[in-house]
T-cell receptor, first 113, second 112 residues
Framework: GAGVSQTPSNKVTEKGKYVELRCDPISGHTALYWYRQSLGQGPEFLIYFQGTGAADDSGLPNDRFFAVRPEGSVSTLKIQRTERGDSAVYLC???????????FGEGSWLTVV | QKEVEQDPGPLSVPEGAIVSLNCTYSNSAFQYFMWYRQYSRKGPELLMYTYSSGNKEDGRFTAQVDKSSKYISLFIRDSQPSDSATYLCAMRGDNQGGKLIFGQGTELSVKP
């Protein structure tokens, strides 16, 4: 597609449930990133992939968060046992290669009730 | 203390004004400096990208980086109501791939 595509755009889930957020990067982009943005804050880095492998996952807050990119294109961010503090916008981004210009999607708005 | 500090505003200016947005940072390893614009309920959109110190101009926008002071600025000339958005500074080091460190964002409103 023309831009980074994220689904779902909105997700409301109950505390303790499992959630998957999907990202489809710009075609041909080898690097893919996940960021999290809380209300009134700038995005915070979670993880980035170069190809299929996670090159840097230092921003994942704890072991409830996990991300995969099995074929080097689409990525899924998985959150187990969701907590109310996980409520945020989860932004996916991609770039041609690591270090090139990063393009963001419109985000998946997660609300944990 | 955060690595990147940015005044959250909100900042309100009349149409046609010159707007100055600023960020300070603490990590001297940062070499790449970016400004993103984010409209409500949208993803950040890259506006300006600068490597190391210096100035860069693109239309009504000018980005300045002063590494000696650890201070970056974005100037918007002849501001328009369509410039109303949140402006985010972001930066990273040489070998940090896509790990950008963002400021909090400054909310700008340009009144007609």
């Amino acid at each position: 597609g023309a831009g980074v595509s994220q689904t779902p755009s909105n997700k409301v889930t109950e505390k303790g449930k499992y959630v998957e957020l999907r990202c489809d990067p710009i075609s041909g982009h080898t690097a893919l990133y996940w960021y999290r943005q809380s209300l009134g804050q700038g995005p915070e880095f979670l993880i980035y992939f170069q190809g299929t492998g996670a090159a840097d996952d230092s921003g994942l807050p704890n072991d409830r968060f996990f991300a995969v990119r099995p074929e080097g294109s689409v990525s899924t961010l998985k959150i187990q046992r969701t907590e109310r503090g996980d409520s945020a916008v989860y932004l996916c981004a991609s770039s041609l290669f690591s270090g090139n210009t990063i393009y963001f999607g419109e985000g998946s708005w997660l609300t944990v009730v | 203390q955060k690595e990147v500090e940015q005044d959250p505003g909100p900042l309100s200016v009349p149409e046609g004004a010159i707007v100055s947005l600023n960020c300070t940072y603490s990590n001297s390893a940062f070499q790449y400096f970016m400004w993103y614009r984010q409209y409500s309920r949208k993803g950040p959109e890259l506006l300006m990208y600068t490597y190391s110190s210096g100035n860069k101009e693109d239309g009504r926008f000018t980005a300045q980086v002063d590494k000696s002071s650890k201070y970056i600025s974005l100037f918007i000339r002849d501001s328009q109501p369509s410039d109303s958005a949140t402006y985010l500074c972001a930066m990273r080091g040489d070998n940090q791939g896509g790990k950008l460190i963002f400021g909090q964002g400054t909310e700008l409103s340009v009144k007609p």
